[in-house]
């Protein structure tokens, strides 16, 4: 079974520019969510869809973050205009059950440079 | 908010036991987890704890809940190299789906 993938790894881009992150998720998993690491700082929640839904969006920090799941399979992650406090590591995960029975996966994160 | 602290480092040497504590806020807590980061990879879920529970043994790992203390710890029997990386305590907020992180351990093994 695959995992989930994020593209890209690793991505640098000056201030002001857009950046576009993708998440792919483990197929058939409804619930998807998005996390961010900043700056070797706990790991935060960004939101969480249930397939094509945003379920709770509460941790998306401003209007600069807009993310979107269409279909409910893959979702992306766009930042614009990107600043420099948005630099750190972009995680997604994913999950079949509800409640976290099974723990999330998650992908191997997009790390974020904003210069 | 719901809250969850974590030393932010550890040493030890290889052979020895590792504990890793966490501290958390949130009382209704349904799971909690600990999940491990090797350098340039993504989260592994290395085990989790039902909140109704006081301990889970998993080979070389132990996971201890005291609820009233909202107190959760990993031990490491025979650390060994490989176990090197950083390791985060979570927990999910009853009925909530998402999770709350704390700001991880690096555990560092010294041969």
């Known amino acids: 079974e695959a995992g989930v993938t994020q593209f890209p790894s690793h991505s640098v881009i000056e201030k002001g520019q857009t950046v576009t992150l993708r998440c792919d998720p483990i197929s058939g998993h409804d619930n998807l969510y998005w996390y961010r690491r900043v700056m070797g700082k706990e790991i935060k929640f960004l939101l969480h869809f249930v397939k094509e839904s945003k379920q709770d969006e509460s941790g998306m920090p401003n209007n600069r973050f807009l993310a979107e799941r269409t279909g409910g399979t893959y979702s992306t992650l766009k930042v614009q205009p990107a600043e420099l406090e948005d630099s750190g590591v972009y995680f997604c995960?994913?999950?079949?059950?509800?409640?976290?029975?099974?723990?999330?996966?998650f992908g191997s994160g997009t790390r974020l440079t904003v210069v | 908010g719901e809250d969850v602290e974590q030393s932010l480092f550890l040493s030890v040497r290889e052979g020895d036991s590792s504990v890793i504590n966490c501290t958390y806020t949130?009382?209704?807590?349904?799971?909690l987890y600990w999940y491990k980061q090797e350098p340039g990879a993504g989260l592994q879920l290395l085990t989790y704890?039902?909140?109704?529970?006081d301990m889970k043994q998993d080979q070389r790992l132990t996971v201890l809940l005291n609820k009233k203390d909202k107190h959760l710890s990993l031990r490491i029997a025979d650390t060994q190299t490989g176990d090197s990386a950083i390791y985060f305590c979570a927990e999910n907020g009853g009925g909530y789906q998402k999770v709350t992180f704390g700001t991880g351990t690096k555990l560092q093994v010294i041969p």
């Open positions: 949130d009382s209704s807590s349904t799971y």
């Open positions: 704890i039902f909140s109704n529970m």
């Open positions: 995960a994913s999950s079949q059950s509800l409640g976290g029975l099974d723990g999330y996966t």
